[in-house]
């Protein structure tokens, strides 16, 4: 509790609040006002699926955001605590608050590699049963899953975190460099599949791409949470920076 200001007392007000050295020195009663000071709790989604480090650029982009997101919350005297997820919820890191524990996280988030199949929906879950008071959701993501977006976007219309959703893009995933007889591979299920691609292929790829897209946009109007669209082979700490500078992120 800080001291704010003074203000006339009202009849029925706590007495505890009445400042008697003011009374003695102007008798009149004056109550004083207090504003407490509460840490936001941050929790972070960190995917570390194998979809997300194929290509290695998207994994290393994965763990900067982390980063960057995490720092400015313990720089802020927020509450951090990191959930990583592959296959299913991983051992996380935190609760944690204050800027000398930063070192200590960006260390452990530096070990962290490729874990398996996505299992989002179980990780979001997981978050939204923890007891607490509400805070931040920043969930650093591909958002692909085996389930499809929507029952990634049903979850997280269940939290009842204010949402930053920052998604991983490579420019591949907009315009794969495939052509002719092709052999694609679920790099995190290991299911094959003979594909020829052709124009026509292209394009209806490139039309469920952008449907994707704009179910996630959507859903971000919708519940008034922060998109940021991550290009991963461009530089990742001017790209979160523009949340900051821009007023748009509460932290």
Known sequence: MEFAD??????????KRVDWRVYQRLGK??????????DLPVHLALDLSDSVFFPAERGRA?????????WVALSGQDRVRVHPFGADPLPGFGPLSGKKRGMALLDWLERLGPSGGTGIEKTLRRIRGLRGRRGLLVVVSDFFSPSGVEGVLEELGRQRHKLVLVQLIHPDDAQPPLKGEVRVVDCETGEERDVTVTPSVLERYRKAWEEFQERLRSFAARRGAYLLPLNVTADVLSQVETLFLGGRLPL
């Open 6 to 15: 003074y203000r006339a007392y009202v009849p029925g007000e706590d007495m």
């Open 29 to 38: 009663l004056f109550s004083r006002l207090f504003v407490e000071e509460l």
């Open 62 to 70: 994965a763990l900067r955001a982390a980063a960057a997101f995490s």
